[in-house]
C-alpha cells in the first residue's frame, strides 16, 4: 500500500515532538521498514532543511511545506496565484493554522494522483486534513478518492476545557469546528485508547465501538539501568508541558501536602511553564504554591531537549502522569519502557497501561487528593518493590506496545479501510447545532427542484456606487458562466454617473428595476420577482452591491458545488476586504450555534432557489446587513446545509453589510432582537451556548481594543516616560477588571435555562 500521513508536528521541530510527532515519526519508519511506501506532509521549521527528504530506502518520503514561501510547494497547483494569496492571508488569520492546513491539502491532492496514495492518515488536532475533505466533499479534489483515516489524539476543544481556556475563544471556536467537520468527515477512526475512543464516539454521536483502537507502538525507547540508591532516593519525575490539563497544579499541590512527611523525598519538573496569565508569570504561579522551606525539593528544568530526557529518566525512581485529561500519553510509554513505575490518574489511557499496585499506582480520587493518597502509597513501597514494579512496568509495556505487533494490527485496520473506500468523506456532514445533534448523522439527498433551470441569476441593488459599479456590473458580465439572467436595482440613486451606468446596462440586456418600497430587503424581493417575472427558472441566486467585483470563475464555482451536493442551499466564499491591506474573510462552513452570534455567511453568496422560496425570501423590515443573517438562518433552520467555499470569490470594495462589523445601536439592538424572536424554539435549544459564546466574543472585542490602545500609545514618540508608564497602568487595570469581570447577567440567565429544562 501507498501510504500518505500529514502531520503538523514530524521533527524536527522548534518545540520538543509531542506524542503526535512522536507517533507518525514511530508509524512512519515501521511502515517504511517493513516494505510500505509512506508520504509524510509536514511543516518546514528548519529552512536548512529539504523540501523533499527520502528514508528508508525511499520507502519514506517527506515534504516539508514552507509557511511562508508558498510558490515553491505549490507551483504545480493551477490557479497557483489565487492559492498563494489564499495562503498568506491565512498565515495573517485569527488561526493561522489555517496556513498549513491550506497547503498541505493542495499538496496532499496532487500526491494522490501522481503517487497513486490508497491511504491517507492525519490528526484531528489541528485540523490540517480540513481542507482536503472539504473540497472533496465539494467536488474539487481528483478523481483519485483514497478513504481518509482520523487519528484521534487530542481535540483542541477537550485540551481547552481541562486548560481552564474560555471555551468562546475564537482560537478555540475555529479550532473546535474544522476538526468537527475533519472527524464527521472521517472514512474512518483510529484511537490509541479505549478511554478516549469511548468518550469521542459519546460526545460527537458517532456509532459505540467504530473507532479502532490500537496502542502507540513503543519505538525505539531503550531500558536505562538504575543503581539501588537510584530506586531509594532517586527524584520522581513528571516529564511535559507545565499546563493545567496535564494535572501539574494538583500534583504539585499533592507533593506539597505528602512532602511533609518524607523529607528526603523531592521532584523533578522537566517541561515549558505555559502556566501564566494575564495576571501572573508561570513560574511565580509555581513559587507561590509551593511554601518556602519545601522549595528545595521541587526542581524545575524547564524545556529541555528529546535526547536529553533519558538523563532524567536515569536518575528518577518514579515517573508520575497526574493528567486531568489524557489520551495515550507517550511520556507513560518511555517512562514505564525505561524500567519506571508511574504514578498516575486515571483520567486517560493510563489505566490501559498501569496495573495498579503493579507497575504502578493509580488514583482512586480526581485532584489533587486522590494524587496525595497514591504518592503516599508510592512512598510506602519498599524500594526493591519499586525496582521490580519497574522490572514489570518495562515487560508490559512491552507486550502492548509491541512494535511488531502494532504494525501488523495497523497493517490490518488499513486494509479493511483500504477495501471499505470511501464513504463519509465524499459528503458534507450534516449542518446542525452542536447540544442536541449526532456529527455522524448524515442529511437526506435532496433532489433539485423541478423547473430550474442549471442557470445563476444575479441581483444587484445600487444606491450611488456610480464609482464602483461600472467594475461590479463587468464582472459579472465577464463571468466564465454566464448568468441566466441579471437585474439591477436602484434604490433611488440621484448621482449622474451612477444613473448614466445604469441607463447603460439597461442597453447591453440588464433588467433594470426602480425600486418603489423601501428597504434592503423590499429591493433584493423586488429583483427575485423581476428574475421570475421575465421567464427565467434559475438554481440560484447571487446577491451583490454596487460594490462588489467577482472573480471570474465565481458563479461556476458555487454552481458546480449546487450541482453536486442537492442538499447545500447556500455556497458561500471567501472574500477580499477593501484595500490592498485588508484581511480576507475566512469563515468555517456556517453552523449554529455560532451563526446566531454572527453572521459566517459572506457578500453576495449563492442561494438555491428551492431553498429562497421554502425560507420565504427576504425578510420585510430587516436594516442592511441583518437581511442577509436572517435569511441564511431561516435557509439553515430548514434544514438546507451552508458551506463556505474555499476560494476567493470575490471583492467587497466598500463596508455595505455583510462583512461589516455593524456598531452596537439602538438599531442593532432592535434587528438582533428580531433574528432572535424568529426562532425561539431553536433559540431556546441553544440558549447556553449562544450566551456563552455571545459574553465570550464581547470580552475578546475588548481584549483586542486595549491591544490596539496599547499599541497606538507605544508608538507616540512624544509622550514622555513617566506619562507613558501612567497610560500603561491604567491600561493593566482595566484589563484586569475585564478579566475578572463577573457577568451576573449570564448567570442568572443561565440559571432560568437550567430551571426549564432546556
Known amino acids: 500500500m501507498k501510504h500518505l500521513i500529514i502531520c503538523t508536528e514530524y521533527p524536527p521541530t522548534p518545540f520538543p515532538a509531542g506524542g503526535i510527532g512522536t507517533y507518525v515519526s514511530h508509524i512512519a519508519r515501521?511502515?517504511?521498514?517493513?516494505?510500505e511506501t509512506v508520504h509524510v506532509i509536514t511543516p518546514l521549521w528548519d529552512h536548512h532543511s529539504d523540501e523533499i527528504e527520502?528514508?528508508?530506502?525511499?520507502?519514506?518520503?517527506?515534504?516539508?511545506?514552507?509557511?511562508t514561501d508558498c510558490p515553491s510547494i505549490m507551483r504545480w497547483q493551477p490557479g497557483?496565484?489565487?492559492?498563494?494569496?489564499?495562503?498568506k492571508r491565512l498565515l495573517e488569520s485569527d488561526w493561522p493554522s489555517q496556513n498549513f492546513s491550506w497547503q498541505a491539502g493542495l499538496l496532499a491532492e496532487y500526491l494522490v494522483e501522481q503517487e497513486d496514495i490508497d491511504i491517507i492518515e492525519c490528526q484531528e488536532y489541528d485540523a490540517p486534513l480540513y481542507y482536503f475533505q472539504l473540497r472533496r466533499a465539494l467536488g474539487f479534489g481528483p478523481s483519485r478518492q483514497p478513504p481518509c483515516l482520523v487519528h484521534l489524539h487530542s481535540p483542541t476543544e477537550f485540551i481547552a476545557l481541562h486548560n481552564d481556556r474560555d471555551m468562546g475563544h475564537s482560537s478555540v471556536t475555529s479550532a473546535k469546528r474544522l476538526e468537527d467537520y475533519s472527524i464527521a468527515a472521517a472514512d474512518a477512526l483510529m484511537c490509541p485508547s479505549r478511554f478516549v475512543a469511548l468518550q469521542a464516539e459519546r460526545h460527537y454521536g458517532l456509532a459505540e465501538r467504530?473507532?479502532?483502537v490500537i496502542p502507540l507502538p513503543i519505538g525505539d525507547t531503550q531500558w536505562l539501568d538504575r543503581d539501588q540508591d537510584t530506586w531509594k532516593n532517586g527524584s520522581i519525575c513528571y516529564i511535559g508541558r507545565l499546563e493545567r490539563r496535564k494535572g501539574v497544579i494538583e500534583w504539585i499541590d499533592a507533593a506539597v501536602a505528602v512532602t511533609r512527611d518524607y523529607p528526603t523525598v523531592h521532584f523533578e519538573f522537566i517541561g515549558a511553564n505555559v502556566l501564566g496569565t494575564d495576571l501572573v508569570r508561570g513560574d511565580e504561579f509555581v513559587q507561590r504554591r509551593i511554601p518556602p522551606h519545601l522549595k528545595s525539593r521541587f526542581h524545575f528544568r524547564g524545556e529541555q531537549k528529546r535526547a536529553s530526557l533519558?538523563?532524567?529518566l536515569t536518575r528518577a525512581r518514579m515517573a508520575v502522569v497526574p493528567s486531568r485529561w489524557e489520551n495515550f500519553p507517550n511520556i507513560c510509554v518511555e517512562a514505564m519502557c525505561s524500567g519506571l513505575p508511574?504514578?498516575?490518574?486515571?483520567?486517560?489511557?493510563?489505566?490501559?497501561?498501569?496495573?495498579?499496585?503493579?507497575?504502578?499506582?493509580?488514583?482512586d480520587k480526581e485532584g489533587a487528593e486522590g494524587l496525595a493518597q497514591a504518592l503516599r502509597r508510592a512512598l510506602a513501597t519498599p524500594p526493591a518493590t519499586v525496582a521490580e514494579m519497574g522490572r514489570r512496568a518495562s515487560t508490559d509495556i512491552h507486550r502492548i506496545c509491541d512494535n511488531k505487533t502494532i504494525l501488523e494490527r495497523q497493517l490490518a485496520f488499513r486494509r479493511h479501510v483500504v477495501h471499505q473506500g470511501p464513504t463519509r468523506s465524499l459528503r458534507i456532514p450534516m449542518n446542525l447545532p452542536w447540544a442536541t445533534q449526532a456529527l455522524s448523522g448524515q442529511v437526506l439527498r435532496r433532489t433539485p427542484g423541478p423547473g430550474s433551470t442549471d442557470g445563476v441569476a444575479v441581483v444587484v441593488t445600487c444606491f450611488n456606487d456610480g464609482h464602483l459599479l461600472n467594475e461590479c456590473l463587468r464582472s459579472v458580465e465577464q463571468q466564465t458562466e454566464k448568468p441566466a439572467a441579471a437585474c439591477l436595482v436602484d434604490l433611488g440613486s440621484t448621482d449622474e454617473k451612477t444613473l448614466r451606468i445604469i441607463a447603460r446596462a439597461a442597453d447591453r440586456g440588464w433588467r433594470v428595476v426602480q425600486n418603489r418600497h423601501p428597504g434592503i430587503a423590499a429591493s433584493k424581493n423586488a429583483g427575485i420577482e423581476a428574475v421570475l417575472d421575465s421567464g427565467s427558472r434559475p438554481v440560484a441566486f447571487g446577491f451583490l452591491t454596487g460594490s462588489d467585483w467577482l472573480e471570474p470563475d465565481c458563479l461556476a464555482t458555487c454552481r458546480s458545488v449546487l450541482r453536486r451536493c442537492p442538499e447545500v442551499g447556500l455556497a458561500s466564499g471567501w472574500v477580499r476586504g477593501p484595500g490592498s491591506g485588508s484581511p480576507l474573510w475566512i469563515q468555517p462552513c456556517p453552523a449554529f450555534p455560532y451563526q446566531w452570534v454572527s453572521n459566517d455567511?459572506?457578500?453576495?453568496?449563492?442561494?438555491?432557489?428551492?431553498?429562497?422560496?421554502?425560507?420565504?425570501?427576504?425578510?420585510?423590515?430587516?436594516?442592511?446587513?441583518?437581511e442577509d443573517w436572517d435569511l441564511m438562518n431561516a435557509l439553515m433552520t430548514a434544514g438546507w446545509v451552508a458551506v463556505t467555499i474555499p476560494y476567493i470569490l470575490g471583492t467587497r470594495c466598500s463596508q455595505h453589510g455583510g462583512v461589516l462589523r455593524v456598531a452596537v445601536t439602538q438599531s442593532h439592538r432592535k434587528m438582533r432582537r428580531k433574528l432572535l424572536e424568529r426562532f425561539e424554539d431553536v433559540i431556546a435549544r441553544d440558549a447556553k451556548e449562544i450566551i456563552l459564546l455571545g459574553e465570550s466574543s464581547k470580552e475578546e472585542a475588548m481584549r483586542k481594543e486595549l491591544h490596539l490602545l496599547q499599541e497606538h500609545f507605544a508608538r507616540l514618540p512624544a509622550m514622555n516616560a513617566p506619562f507613558k508608564a501612567l497610560v500603561f497602568a491604567m491600561l493593566r487595570k482595566v484589563?484586569?477588571?475585564?478579566?475578572?469581570q463577573a457577568h451576573p447577567g449570564v448567570a442568572s440567565l443561565l440559571t432560568r435555562i437550567r430551571r426549564r429544562g432546556v
Open 30 to 35: 515501521l511502515l517504511a521498514e517493513s516494505g
Open 54 to 67: 527520502k528514508k528508508h530506502s525511499e520507502n519514506l518520503i517527506i515534504h516539508r511545506v514552507p509557511r
Open 80 to 87: 497557483m496565484l489565487r492559492n498563494i494569496e489564499a495562503a
Open 210 to 212: 467504530t473507532t479502532e
Open 310 to 312: 533519558s538523563q532524567f
Open 342 to 363: 508511574v504514578i498516575a490518574s486515571r483520567e486517560g489511557g493510563m489505566a490501559e497501561m498501569i496495573e495498579d499496585g503493579r507497575t504502578g499506582w493509580l488514583a
Open 601 to 626: 455567511v459572506a457578500p453576495f453568496s449563492l442561494v438555491r432557489t428551492e431553498a429562497l422560496h421554502e425560507a420565504g425570501r427576504f425578510r420585510p423590515g430587516m436594516e442592511e446587513g441583518f
Open 735 to 740: 484589563k484586569r477588571r475585564i478579566l475578572h
